[in-house]
């Protein structure tokens, strides 16, 4: 391939036919700033702020837009172009709402960033500003057009990468908004509150609603037994807040954490990760042998199953009626556990610390109830808990290490790799093998099933059975295989899906990023802590087994599926 030269502020540069301005200075090192810019989707040039002066052209060019030509000359920081983004920067700041220091996203702000980089210090356009209300509606998230900067990441990952289609542009000029359709509350759109579009939004236009305030009245209530518990993907993003290297493992300095904002007991929802796949393996393994509805979909993302519900409800049937982990914990925690102790369930309070914003919304659902009583009374995502410890002043880089409390703690490898996609299928892959043929699988492993491609599958042979598999990695890649399977063409007996690309390690509620090496990183991050645990299928996990003997009696048993399993409705009926 014949590589184009050109000059970047007086620097050669080698670059690919077809290759942007943006991407060519980025080879090299010259930084160029961006906001509607998002790698892998085609290039808008929609906010301007990455505009560069090229030789023998009359205007500035937006260089995310513009593909390098041979002899092209460019300078990213002339005079012309610096005023030219200092304006850019200066406009969006006079219709925004003047309350950084009131701002969730304060210090954490790429419009706040800009403006600290191109020294903006006084207001030069004074003039009308959009007035518009915040979107309360929704159970996980909260909408604020008046802080959107219409620079569209929000559109894009709602509509090109997840397929949702629940916000768009709407009306033209100085009225233009990023709103729902005939904006209603997210609450009646399509939206499945997976929370992408917050890690996208350079603002505080979307951010997720906070339960901080509900989980710090319940630490300070008397007579409240209060419990936290910890998904397997916050443990490998935390850390990324307090600068430590991608992928740290913060598992025990969390635990401590958790004990010194006043938790009583701090569980492992990988626990429930383990006690979820002796469940929906042994459901997957009685369709099999009954000839049941096949495909089976996993149900361990909420996202997934109200998109389902809301798209594909004729295919409700397909679903496997098993809880999510955190709901099994916390359902495990107000029966065996309270039973055990000798508490009131009315006195537990279950907080769950969940990469997830969906888990919000899932937390509420009346199906997932038991007796009236929620399963989980909160859900904290990972910013938020970071905010707790900071408010509460917890210098996380000093605290000591500690283990989870035992009673509900133990795991296996299997259940840590259940944040990453294709983490549910593999912990699966593993408990129905050795259910099937009484012998252990050699090989855990399954490279078919890892990394970010849409719809990856494999088949393996479990004594004579040839199990037809799929992982779909994002909400966006489910059509596809949903389609095949309302046309009654699909080859899979079992099918994983999760809402959030790369999983939950790259869920609503984590570290706001912009770059896929921190998604790959924190996968990564999981996989060795499943390596490097002696026990890595979940039928190895005793404390799960002393469960079943003392309160479920078996997998699928009257009990498990009162407490354990849930339902399903069709919701394109009810809209």
């Not at 990988?270 to 042998?289: G, K, P, S, V, Y």
């Amino acid at each position: 391939m014949k590589m184009v030269e050109l000059t970047i502020n007086k620097i050669k540069v080698k670059a690919e036919p077809g290759m942007t301005i943006l991407d060519a200075a980025k080879s090299v090192g010259i930084s160029i700033p961006t906001l509607c810019h998002m790698k892998d989707l085609f290039p808008t040039g929609a906010c301007r702020i990455c505009s560069v002066e090229v030789e023998g052209q009359r205007n500035l060019i937006p260089s995310c837009a513009y593909p390098v030509y041979e002899g092209m000359k460019v300078e990213t920081n002339s005079s012309r172009v610096l005023r030219a983004r200092k304006t850019i920067v200066e406009l969006l700041i006079e219709n925004h709402p003047q309350d950084c220091l009131i701002c969730v996203r304060s210090g954490n702000c790429e419009l706040q960033n800009l403006s600290i980089k191109y020294g903006v210090r006084e207001h030069r356009y004074a003039g009308e500003s959009r007035q518009h209300a915040v979107d309360l509606s929704s159970a996980s998230l909260e909408r604020d057009p008046a802080k959107c900067i219409l620079c569209g990441r929000c559109t894009r990952a709602c509509n090109e990468i997840q397929k949702i289609g629940a916000i768009d542009f709407t009306n033209r000029g100085f009225k233009t908004i990023v709103t729902t359709p005939y904006n209603k509350g997210l609450n009646v759109s399509d939206c499945i509150l997976c929370g992408q579009c917050i890690l996208v939004c350079p603002t505080a236009a979307l951010r997720e609603k906070s339960a901080m305030k509900d989980v710090a009245t319940a630490l300070e209530k008397k007579g409240k037994f209060t419990v936290a518990q910890v998904a397997p993907a916050v443990r490998a993003s935390l850390g990324e807040e307090y600068n430590m290297p991608l992928g740290t493992d913060v598992t025990g300095k969390l635990v401590t954490g958790l004990r010194r904002l006043g938790f009583k007991k701090v569980f492992d929802t990988n626990f429930a990760a383990d006690l979820t796949i002796w469940e929906e393996a042994n459901e997957l393994i009685h369709r099999i042998q009954t000839r049941g509805i096949l495909p089976m979909f996993t149900s361990c993302c909420p996202g997934w199953v109200k998109y389902l519900e809301q798209n594909y409800g004729d295919l409700i049937g397909h679903v496997s009626s098993c809880k999510s982990p955190h709901e099994m914990l916390g359902a495990v925690t107000k029966t065996y556990y309270a039973k055990k102790m000798g508490l009131d369930p009315e006195d537990i309070f279950v907080a769950s610390i969940m990469p997830c914003t969906v888990k919000k919304y899932e937390s509420e659902r009346p199906e997932l109830s038991g007796n009236a009583m929620q399963d989980v009374d909160a859900v904290l995502t990972t910013r938020e808990l970071v905010r707790y410890f900071n408010l509460t002043g917890i210098d996380f880089d000093d605290l000591d290490s500690d283990d989870f409390d035992s009673t509900l703690g133990e795991s296996t490898g299997a259940a840590a790799i259940f944040g990453t996609s294709g983490g549910v299928m593999e912990a699966a892959l593993r408990y129905a093998y050795f259910t099937l043929t009484g012998q252990h699988l050699d090989i855990l492993d399954f490279d078919a099933v890892r990394g970010l491609t849409g719809i990856k599958e494999a088949s393996v042979d479990i004594n004579g059975l040839t199990l037809n598999i799929a992982v779909v990695n994002g909400i966006g890649n489910a059509a596809q295989v949903l389609d095949e399977v309302r046309a009654g063409k699909s080859k899979y007996h079992f099918v994983e899906v999760m809402a959030c690309p790369g999983g939950c390690i790259n869920g609503g509620g984590q570290p706001i990023h912009q770059k896929q090496d921190k998604v790959i990183k924190r996968m990564k991050a999981l996989y060795e802590i499943d390596k490097k645990m002696v026990k890595r299928r979940s039928y190895e996990n005793e404390h799960v087994k002393t469960l079943y003997k003392e309160f479920f009696g078996e997998p699928g048993s009257h009990k498990s599926h009162e407490i354990l399993h849930t339902t399903y409705q069709d919701k394109r009926k009810i809209k």
